[in-house]
């Protein structure tokens, strides 16, 4: 009789796996015959196991990491706050330039600023972990060292509202926190989903999103960070027409003339906004024909909000959106 339950319980479990989207990778039967089961979930190419989180890294490896890591660094200003968010402690970090306080972060120890990190000074903290940008090449070249020195290292790409996505499944997976998985990326993925839902799907609005900082005007499509948000509420950006006048290294106010876009978005980028503003005025605006768009007529000539549009949203991803889209649909979003 005991034979028969242990294997009357194996095809049970079995009959429920084929029902969860979850996989089983393994079974333990203890002595009472009962299966205790080890479960492993998959999303975004990140597999959750008991004791460890392993996904494909920006270099394209798969990378192992243990959970419930107790000494961690970060070396990007927007993954210190998904990683405090989603249940991570910090032992360094890298020193933050956006002049906005990240909560949680005083007394934590500095090993640098952007381009001029410490070797040193990291691995005198003795890191369990250390999470760094996969988009930044001096952070990249740290990663051989860090491995020499016994350190797990986490190298993220975070561009696009998916990349925050898949960072908070990551973070809160290593933490071993659901719940705030939860929280902080399938409520904000669904908050996203009901402002689409109700933007309207006729006659979009043409747009222009302008990229100014103090030595330069460019223009910026809809593979961007901003651009996707656009691209979401139903635009179409004149930059993305296929021409080398408006790009990320190109601006024409001949063309932004020949497109007479609904709205023009300003999105800039430095500290010193009265150098931004001389360059937009000297390059831009002293040109007679600017006055002339309709953007500008109709006071749709708009300037983002830095802690939105510059800086990665997080988990304020619902608000930028919804930030635009009352701006693009006023009659909807009240």
Known sequence: MKVKRILLTILLFVLALSFTGCTKESAIVDSSGVIEDVETKSEYGITINEDTVSYVDGSGEEVIIDKKPERVIVLFSSYIDIWLRNGGELVGMIEDTSGQLIPATEGVETVGKMGSISLEKIISLEPDLVVLSANT?????????????????????????DDYLKTVRLFSAINDREDLYEINSMEVRKDIDEIIEKTPKDNPPKVFIMFATGKSITSRG???TVGEVLADLNTINIADAPNDLLDDKNFSIEKIIEEDPDFIFVQTMGSDMDKINERIISDVESNPAWASLSAVKNHRYIFLPKDLYTYKANHRYPEAYEYLAKILYPEVFK
């Open 222 to 224: 809809s593979n961007t």
């Open 137 to 161: 090449s001096s952070q990249v070249k740290l990663i051989p060292t860090l491995e020499d020195n016994g350190i797990q290292v986490l190298s993220i790409e975070y561009s696009f509202l």
